[in-house]
T-cell receptor, first 112, second 114 residues
């Protein structure tokens, strides 16, 4: 079974802090994705990566950056957290031969 | 750009009743289609997928979906729901740009009442 883990289930940060969300997969998958999920808005793609050190902006990249130094790890960085970044963050992976995405359990981030 | 419309944001039903969750997508080119389920405070889990072949697709937990190319629809059905089916359901379609991206609908919250 594919396993996708996220570093925290719940996180509370203050406005202006730098926040790191980590995602690790154990299946040697090529592609990794970061989404945010908000009520009534569904999942919106922030960034994705199709290889180590390769990244592309998704639909809502503003205020976020990413890092992929190793194939199994994809980090989402909030350079200066703001209250409008309070959300559920979901990481997903695909092997590169199919569009089927495998999701982590999510990190619920609250910025106060 | 590809878009996905889930026509109902909330669907309440009684236990053992049938249910249909509706999904329409915009692209007329070949697409892959997915339904995911999200239980409270969890990530998304794949219910079923259509890649090619038979237009009637069976998934886990007794769910099935029918791909209708002429109507660009991929509605999800279950003939008899259980309390444990209470969850949020997301329809997704492959982005035709070839980047392995999915475009998700906004979700339908299914509530099964006793």
């Amino acid at each position: 079974d594919v396993k996708v883990t996220q570093s925290s289930r719940y996180l509370v940060k203050r406005t202006g802090e730098k926040v790191f969300l980590e995602c690790v997969q154990d299946m040697d998958h090529e592609n990794m994705f970061w989404y945010r999920q908000d009520p009534g808005l569904g999942l919106r793609l922030i960034y994705f990566s199709y290889d180590v050190k390769m990244k592309e902006k998704g639909d809502i990249p503003e205020g976020y950056s990413v890092s992929r130094e190793k194939k199994e790890r994809f980090s989402l960085i909030l350079e200066s957290a703001s209250t409008n970044q309070t959300s559920m963050y979901l990481c997903a992976t695909t092997p590169g031969t199919t569009y089927e995405q495998y999701f982590g359990p999510g990190t619920r981030l609250t910025v106060t | 750009a590809q878009s996905v419309t889930q026509l109902d944001s909330q669907v309440p039903v009684f236990e053992e009743a049938p249910v249909e969750l509706r999904c329409n997508y915009s692209s007329s080119v070949s697409v892959y289609l997915f339904w995911y389920v999200q239980y409270p405070n969890q990530g998304l889990q794949l219910l079923l997928k259509y890649l090619s072949g038979s237009t009637l697709v069976k998934g886990i937990n007794g769910f099935e979906a029918e791909f209708n190319k002429s109507q660009t629809s991929f509605h999800l059905r279950k003939p008899s729901v259980h309390i444990s089916d209470t969850a949020e359901y997301f329809c997704a379609v492959s982005d035709p740009g070839g980047s392995e991206k999915l475009v998700f609908g906004k979700g339908t919250k299914l509530t099964v009442n006793p």
